[in-house]
């Protein structure tokens, strides 16, 4: 048996194994509480690296669930795939090592921060649901399974959000978040029973194989892309997710930052594999621009104007979210436009791609650094901080490198990949490159002030107590730290290696199609 | 490995922004250490200024708070925060509502 050949399905074995086991293994003590947290987590994500350069080196995998073969997706006779179908191409691997990433750093920055909790064994179940949930959604290849991933992906964020259930702000945000998002689940279930009922088929290859563009197809492209907008954040419908990453622990509130990428990546493989060149018109592409812009400059403005530590960052996703909508909704625009895509939409692609690698790490990590001001301090809110840089320097480093990177300062890799989206978006409309260069100036604004208010200045008496956070934590955000650095020195490498082969994989529609039809389209 | 990323109108090279940081960082260390050669570290020179009083000790009473930071700024755009702070009440419904709203908004414009 040939390992490689099952990449898809252990990657969600191992942490599907992980939740099973957690209540066991929390009963034997916390150093084996930890290992599991810890082994799990990067055996996934080792497993996620494996995957991705699989499918750089021999191309699309597709996995069958309970078939005769794994890989046989149409048996003798079949005009349709039935089974439960993983479909990983360079787009789904890209997602699946920015999740497994920010999950392994979620878990070590979790084993210190959490230990002054009870209940850690349900912690550390839900957390491999959640993350079980992420990379599923990235994964699938059938849309009712896409749906079931979102659910297992929700039902353990609304545990985790509302972990704390002796803060009344927290069981609040996690039932705020549950409300919003079981509405748009049940629309979602709307969406995909339509196109089932039309098309007699689940699989997202299959539909995209035979899908009209009607009255029907219509409806459900715009619940999908609706609810999967909402999910990630986007303006107007974010407004769960400040209250949401506010009030969860901060390992997974950086978890949670490469789960609302998921719900992007299904917006994303909806419009460009599903529905892709039978979009019909712009209507649907421009949608997804106007709600990045809004969500890129409202966002920030509600940033800039926070005094709490953790929902001043959690507005900035609103406004990283429109970063990566205002890229990708150009790339979609000109999808049947050869020349214009050659010319600008490509570009456009690989920076909303790029941004979504250097969001994951850069959010992960400013989440975990406000962690560990909490954890250290017991203060959230700003207006009680001051002069920690001298208590804690190391946080106070890979916060400011953080800071500095979601800025868009160079040479960090929030510049990189804001300066592909700058340049590109142009030639659609100079408003669009207007717009996100304000919010970026927005965004340095809002992050200086919280460098100042929080680390800099006079040191303040009640915080002479105040020290370093324990080693765990420190590691947790040294590997996003390493991540970001990474990403800032090797762009090139970055581009070439993960960026560009997503992009690609995005835009081939037939390619996406022929690997489980068959012919293509 | 470090290399070039084109953008299509431009360029990036990490490698010659870091040539050119570690050059301005050499020319700014010199400046600097053009400086007055008669400051003596541990002397009455290190005092902090207070407007000729005496510093508190507690940071706490001479730091300025995140929310004072901007002010400026918030008081001139206090119509528009007035407008966007009275959306974002924090009520389930009307989380729920702004996304039933952008669902049939666009729901209506496609059908158009």
Known sequence: MNWNDHLPALLLAVPLFGAFMAPIVCLFGKTLRNVLLIGISFVTMLVALLLWRNV?????????????????????????????????????????????????????????????FSGIGRFVSLYFLLTLGMLGMMITGDFFNFFIFIEIASIASFGLVAFWRDKPEAVEAGLKYALVSQVGSMI???????????YNALNMAAIGSMLQFGVMEKLALVFIVGTLAMKCGSFPMHMWLPDAYAEAPSGVSCLLVAVSQASLYGLMR????????????????????????????????????????????????????GYMLLGLGVGLLVLTDARGMAEYGFTAMKGGIFHIFNYTMYKGL??????????????RDLNEMGGLARRMPFTTAMFVIAAAAISGLPPFNGFVSKLLIYESVFAVHPALTVVALLTSVLTLASFVKVFQTAFLGPEKSVFTG???????????????????????????????????PAAKALVDQAGYIGAVMGGGL | ???????????????????????????????????????????????????????????????????????????AMEPFYKVLTGMHTGIGTDIVGFYVLTVAFMAVFILL
């Open chain 2, 1 to 75: 490995m470090f290399g070039t990323v084109y953008t299509g109108f431009g360029y990036w090279d990490v490698t010659a922004w870091i040539v050119f940081f570690a050059i301005a960082s050499g020319l700014t260390l010199w400046l600097r250490a053009q400086g007055r050669d008669d400051y003596k570290e541990g002397t009455d020179q290190d005092e902090i200024y207070w407007s000729g009083n005496p510093v508190p000790d507690d940071g706490a009473e001479i730091s300025v708070p995140a929310s004072s930071a901007y002010w400026g700024f918030r008081k």
């Open chain 1, 366 to 379: 400013l989440f975990l650094a406000a962690g560990a001001i909490y954890y250290a301090t017991g203060k």
């Open chain 1, 270 to 321: 909806v419009c460009f594999s599903l529905y892709g060149i039978n979009l019909g018109g712009s209507f649907i592409p421009w949608m997804i621009i106007s709600m990045g812009l809004a969500s890129m400059f409202f966002g920030v403005t509600m940033a800039v104007v926070q005094h709490e530590i953790k929902r001043l960052i959690g507005y900035h996703s609103v406004s990283q979210v």
């Open chain 1, 56 to 116: 750089l080196v021999g191309g699309i995998a597709v996995y069958v669930m309970g078939g005769e073969s794994f890989n046989l997706t149409l048996p003798s006779g079949m005009a349709l795939p039935i089974r439960i179908i993983m479909e990983v191409d360079a787009f789904s691997a890209f997602m699946v090592v920015c999740g497994s990433i920010a999950s392994f750093a979620g878990a070590l920055f979790s084993t210190n921060y959490m230990e002054k």
């Open chain 1, 188 to 198: 979602f279930l709307i969406a995909a029973g339509s196109l089932y009922g039309k």
């Open chain 1, 466 to 500: 105040v020290r370093e956070v324990p080693s765990g934590m420190l590691f947790g955000m040294g590997v996003l730290t390493l991540a970001v650095l990474g990403a800032t020195l090797f762009p090139s490498w970055t581009l070439s290696n993960l960026v560009e």
